[in-house]
């Protein structure tokens, strides 16, 4: 199915009316608000629900996770990413929302929209206005405010059933994973859970919180701490009443809690997104708190359902990440811990920087991508604090971020960084780099040209070697995709000759061997391009690095189709499929599917070719890229196309294009990476 629910491992209990209405509100209501306090099964109500109306939009039902904004920023860049829409545009990001919508069958869930309330009532209402197939489903603590939006409103489980309450039979699945070993069927056990969930109010969390008690406390001193609690709650400010017994389920976990898991809660509440033991241990770590004791003090927290696992990964709930600020905000370490996550997320950054050319690459742009919303944060942060280690950091997202599509986000951290009045040293030499790119795969060549001259001026300036090869990248990169491989070739060339070392010593040498073969080949030197790929491929094996050799197998791929080698061309396209799948690189993953669509026309395979093409489309489409591709491509891709129609007919062609084109794009591509299609 075409979207981006997510999954989720645990049972979804009760609520069939509240399932049944929204179901309903959605065939009569293009815009469906979700409304309730935190906790209370929001989110895990409007995902049932998207699960269950998926097959009535056709183009998808995708999911916009809004819980770690806390600004309206990224918001717009937020929605495109979850709806895989990596534009290489300059236009503005709603622009091309709406212009990816329009047509189109689609449900977005907006979830946790409190949190960037007026800029979600702002894109919602021009989406909407734009593009008539679109429903939008969303949770909210507080309704958006869209014209026509309907309301409903998400209370806690019913607790009017007896022992068949929803709330019981919740507590009764969580507490066969939580503790399997506790009998819920002795004498007076129903009654003291039934207890327990009329003092829990029936809130979703907060009896998942007491279930993960259950390993530890006897169902009745769980009974007996709550009435207690209940008793002596006296904070009503920050906790409206209608919230008390989620704030008293939090607070009584809390207070269950040891001291350093009370102090690793609170810490861990700078995290934006999923985190490891590692970065745990490198931003939560000092003080009482050793580094080593953390992985198992994660583990302890995640047995009481403070974090979730996701994987080998952790995460925090939004309201559980609320409290816990609360309680840093209380210890008054918030500055000191926000600033050691900036601090440990530049540390990566550097670290993937400098193990970028080795084994360890295609690692270092998973663990880039996995924690992409701390990143950011980090960014956020020292661009506000610390100037210098913004600007260098944002020129080392170069690497990583144009390659995997956050091309707005680069343009906006970069240009901001930018602004800072920070040294003319090859930090900012190389964030004038990263710009440069961001603009060219952007298709703004004006403004690239301008930056790669101002990158080339400072690069002279600062006397680096590295900086002048980034200079050189930058600039060759924008003559190659405008349609100048000679200028690409001339300025890649003398930065090569001049500031290359053998072996290479960073990434801007292989960038400018890169663009030094795409240029011989766009100029119609073959040989001279092949030969230039083959060794390129060598010194990328040596070092086990992808991005690069990637590259090279797109060349090799290239000329042996110009050259009449078919199947050479194909097994090459393939392997360049691999890399950038390895690398997540959507541009690179449509490149290489542009010529394995060749590789099968020219065969004579003409449903392998239009499936390709049509998954080939699926990724352009998602990119908004201006010239889908370098210029020499365009030239072939039509007489391409007329092989693969002469070998099948035109209706078999177009029935398979459009399949493969309507189909998930990871679906087809996994259909493609599975190995040659059939005629």
């Known amino acids: 199915m075409v979207g981006n629910l997510p ?30 306090g935190g906790g209370v099964g929001k989110s895990r109500l409007a995902l049932r629900v998207a699960e269950q109306v998926r097959d009535r939009y056709a183009d998808g039902v995708w999911w916009v996770d809004l819980s770690n904004l806390y600004d309206d920023r990224l918001f717009t860049a937020t929605v495109c990413d979850a709806v895989d829409l990596l534009d290489h545009n300059p236009r503005a990001p709603v622009e091309a929302l709406c212009e990816w919508l329009a047509g189109r069958h689609v449900l977005l869930v907006f979830d946790c929209c409190e949190r960037v309330l007026p800029a979600c009532l702002l894109l919602v209402s021009e989406l909407l206005a734009s593009a008539p197939g679109l429903t939008v489903m969303a949770t ?18 019913s607790m009017d059933d007896g022992g068949a309450s929803d709330a019981i039979r919740l507590f009764r699945e969580r507490c066969g994973t939580a503790a399997p070993d506790v009998s819920l069927d002795s004498p007076g056990s129903a009654e003291t859970v039934s207890a327990i969930c009329h003092r829990l109010e029936g809130i979703p969390l907060a009896v998942e919180l007491a279930c993960a008690r259950l390993r530890e406390n006897s169902l009745g001193e769980i009974a007996e701490r709550l009435a207690s609690r209940l008793d002596t709650l006296v904070d009503e400010t920050a906790w409206p009443r209608r919230h008390r017994a989620l704030r008293t389920a939090i607070g009584w976990s809390h207070e269950l809690c040891s001291p350093l898991e009370r ?4 810490r861990l509440s ?25 992985p198992r003090l994660l583990d302890r927290l995640a047995d009481q359902s403070v974090l979730q696992r996701v994987g080998v990964r952790y995460r925090m709930l939004d309201t559980l990440c609320e409290y816990g600020a609360m309680w840093l905000a209380e210890l008054g370490e918030e500055e000191t811990l926000v600033g050691l996550h900036a601090a440990h997320f530049a540390t990566m950054l550097a670290e993937a920087e400098a193990g970028w050319l080795s084994e360890q690459q295609v690692a270092w742009y998973a663990r880039i991508s ?17 100037p210098e280690t913004a600007v260098e950091m944002a020129g080392r997202t170069g690497l990583f971020w144009p390659c995997c599509g956050h091309l707005h986000e680069s343009r906006d951290y970069l240009e901001r960084a930018l602004a800072l009045d920070t040294p003319k040293d090859p930090s900012r030499t190389r964030a004038l780099w990263a710009l440069g790119i961001t603009l060219t795969l952007q298709g703004d060549h004006r403004s690239a040209l301008r930056v790669g001259e101002e990158c080339t001026t400072a690069a002279h300036q600062d006397g680096d070697p590295q900086s002048e090869l980034f200079a050189a990248h930058t600039v060759g990169l924008t003559h190659l995709m405008a349609g100048r491989p000679q200028d690409a070739y001339e300025v890649c060339d003398h ?21 030094r073969t795409f240029a011989h080949s766009a100029l119609g030197r073959l040989a001279e391009a092949y030969e230039a790929a083959v060794a390129l491929r060598r010194l990328s094996v040596r070092y086990g690095e992808h991005w690069a050799r990637s590259y090279a197998f797109h060349q090799l791929a290239f000329i042996d189709l110009l050259q009449g080698r078919a199947h050479d061309a194909e097994l090459h396209a393939r392997a360049m499929l691999t890399s950038k799948h390895n690398l997540h690189d959507n541009l690179g993953i449509a490149l290489a599917l542009d010529l394995l669509t060749g590789a099968n026309a020219v065969q004579g395979n003409g449903i392998a070719a ?13 990119l908004g ?29 177009d029935s398979a294009f459009h399949t493969a084109l309507n189909d998930d794009a990871e679906q087809g591509l996994a259909l493609v990476m599975q190995g040659p299609l059939p005629s």
């Open 7 to 36: 999954v989720v491992t645990t049972s979804f209990v009760g609520r069939a009316s509240e399932l049944d209405a929204v179901r309903t509100a959605l065939t009569q209501h293009r815009s469906v608000t979700l409304t309730g």
């Open 140 to 157: 909210s603590r507080q309704p958006i405010g869209v014209r026509g939006e309907q309301l409903v409103e998400v209370k806690p489980l």
């Open 263 to 266: 102090l690793l809660w609170a």
């Open 270 to 294: 700078v995290f934006r997104g999923p985190f490891d033991a590692a970065d745990a241990q490198s931003v939560c770590a000092g003080g009482p708190l050793d580094a080593d004791a953390v």
């Open 370 to 386: 996995a924690n992409h919303s701390d990143v950011r944060a980090a960014l956020d942060h020292l661009i506000e604090t610390d």
């Open 495 to 515: 930065a090569l000759t001049t500031h290359g070392q053998s072996p290479p010593s960073g990434a801007p040498q292989l960038c400018c061997m890169v663009i």
């Open 610 to 622: 239009a499936r390709t093409s049509g998954t080939g489309n699926t990724f352009w489409r998602m």
């Open 625 to 653: 890229h201006p010239n889908h591709g370098t210029p020499e491509l365009s030239a072939v891709r039509e007489e391409w196309e007329l092989q693969a129609r002469k070998a099948v007919g035109d209706d078999a062609y």
